[in-house]
Each structure stands twice: as C-alpha cells, then as structure tokens.
C-alpha cells in the first residue's frame, strides 16, 4: 500500500484531493499539511512514497523546501500557477496537474505513480493495469488481452480478445502515455493498436483476430514502417 500526503495551504483543495483518493485502496493516507513546517514534520516521522503538493503555500515556496530534502518521496503538484510546469519537472515531478482539478488527469497521475512506486520498484516487467471503469471502481487489463483502443468521443472503447469490450472516460493521449510504448503504437488520430495481437498490417490498414480491423491514418505511415522494421527479418532497413 503506498503512504502519502497532502500539503495545500487550502483546506478545501486538500479535501477535494483526499475524497479523490477515499476509495482507491492501493493508497493509504498519512496526513495532510497546511504548511511546510507541517510537512516536515510528516516526512520525518513517517516513511512517504507519495506527495500531493501545491507549489505556492502562504508566502513559501515548495519547490524550494523540496530541493533542500535529502530523502523525497514521489511527487505530483497540483497548482493554480501552470507558468511553474517546466520548473516543477525540473524537480522530477511525477506529474503536474493544474487546478481546478479535472478527474481525469488526477487518476492519471495516481495510475503513474501506482506503476512506478509499486510494480517498478519490485523490478517486474509491467504486464497489467488498472483502468477506471465506474465512479469507484477500478479493472484489471493485462495488455495481452487487449486488440486496440478507439476513441469515441470523451471516451475510449478498450477492444479486448474474446469480443470483450471496456468503455473508460478517458482522452487517448493520456493512456498511450501509461501503456508501454514498446507494444502499443498509435497509429490513426482515434487508434492505438496491440502490435504484439496484429495478424496482418499494411499502410492502409491493420487486421486483428476476428477480422476485425482499424484503419491507418495518412501522418501515421512512418509508425507503420518503424512497426514493420522492427519486427520483421524479410525488409531491409534503410541506411
């Protein structure tokens, strides 16, 4: 279970982040902080892996109490000031959120740090995760099992083997970033495809088991090779 904490200078910003967290049991709450002092004292008395953080806290700065710390737990900030992102990864943030908080880059960011802090640090290859599919409610999806993921709309339609299917809200960019970019290949601007399930692949479409299939997109053509290339002993690479 991964320990964490919260420091925000509101108390309302900090209860939104923890109501946020309430029913994830993969993560156990510590404490919370309305001032650096009070962190401080969080990190010396408990053993953290994980921080929420707004970056400007009264008059103090947090990246600069941040910088000072010997021993820094992962980090995800969460500010009203997006002016601070490129400095906040300056720190290796986690992840950079700006308020108000929209759900969908919160569980982003907290599937990052799941997978890093849980599954990386036991040195396994990532084979699986967890995507929101309800209010309170989170499914286990082995890569293996997944086809391809379209878009629709706000959400996207995780196609599975056996002729299963997930509906997750979630925007397409933000699970290509969580899924390992070795496998899966976006290759139309509402496709992401499971190079490791494909069954044939030109440059105008890609066949899956099943018959079903997803188109290419025109400024894909070069993921199309790169796949190819990579993967096949009967083309030559160029150069």
Same mark, same amino acid.
């Given at each position: 279970?991964?320990?964490?904490?919260?420091?925000?200078?509101?108390?309302?910003?900090?209860?939104?982040?923890?109501?946020?967290?309430?029913?994830?049991?993969?993560?156990?709450?510590?404490?919370?902080?309305?001032?650096?002092?009070?962190?401080?004292?969080?990190?010396?008395?408990?053993?953290?892996?994980?921080?929420?953080?707004?970056?400007?806290?009264?008059?103090?700065?947090?990246?600069?109490?941040?910088?000072?710390?010997?021993?820094?737990?992962?980090?995800?900030?969460?500010?009203?000031?997006?002016?601070?992102?490129?400095?906040?990864?300056?720190?290796?943030?986690?992840?950079?959120?700006?308020?108000?908080?929209?759900?969908?880059?919160?569980?982003?960011?907290? +599937?990052?740090?799941?997978?890093?802090?849980?599954?990386?640090?036991?040195?396994? +290859?990532?084979?699986?995760?967890?995507?929101?599919?309800?209010?309170?409610?989170?499914?286990?999806?082995?890569?293996?099992?997944?086809?391809?993921?379209?878009?629709?709309?706000?959400?996207?339609?995780?196609?599975?083997?056996?002729?299963?299917?997930?509906?997750?809200?979630?925007?397409?960019?933000?699970?290509?970033?969580?899924?390992?970019?070795?496998?899966?290949? &976006?290759?139309?601007?509402?496709?992401?495809?499971?190079?490791? &399930?494909?069954?044939?692949?030109?440059?105008? +479409?890609?066949?899956?088991?099943?018959?079903?299939?997803?188109?290419?997109?025109?400024?894909?053509?070069?993921?199309?090779?790169?796949?190819?290339?990579?993967?096949?002993?009967?083309?030559?690479?160029?150069?």
């Amino acid at each position: 279970m991964i320990k964490y904490a919260v420091l925000d200078d509101d108390a309302l910003a900090i209860e939104e982040v923890e109501n946020l967290m309430l029913n994830d049991n993969r993560f156990k709450k510590i404490g919370h902080a309305t001032n650096l002092h009070q962190l401080e004292e969080i990190l010396t008395n408990h053993k953290l892996q994980l921080v929420f953080a707004d970056i400007k806290i009264g008059n103090d700065n947090f990246l600069d109490f941040w910088n000072k710390q010997e021993q820094r737990p992962e980090l995800i900030l969460i500010t009203s000031y997006p002016e601070y992102a490129i400095n906040a990864f300056d720190h290796n943030a986690l992840h950079f959120i700006t308020k108000p908080i929209k759900a969908e880059g919160f569980y982003t960011a907290i +599937e990052r740090a799941y997978r890093k802090l849980t599954l990386h640090i036991a040195s396994k +290859e990532l084979t699986f995760f967890f995507l929101q599919t309800g209010k309170n409610k989170f499914t286990r999806v082995a890569f293996d099992e997944i086809l391809f993921v379209e878009a629709e709309g706000e959400y996207l339609k995780i196609h599975l083997v056996d002729d299963r299917e997930l509906l997750v809200y979630k925007r397409l960019k933000s699970l290509l970033q969580e899924l390992p970019n070795n496998r899966f290949k &976006q290759t139309h601007r509402s496709y992401i495809i499971n190079i490791t &399930q494909i069954d044939s692949i030109d440059y105008h +479409e890609t066949t899956f088991k099943g018959n079903k299939s997803v188109p290419v997109g025109k400024t894909y053509k070069s993921v199309i090779e790169e796949i190819l290339l990579g993967n096949s002993t009967s083309i030559a690479k160029k150069g």
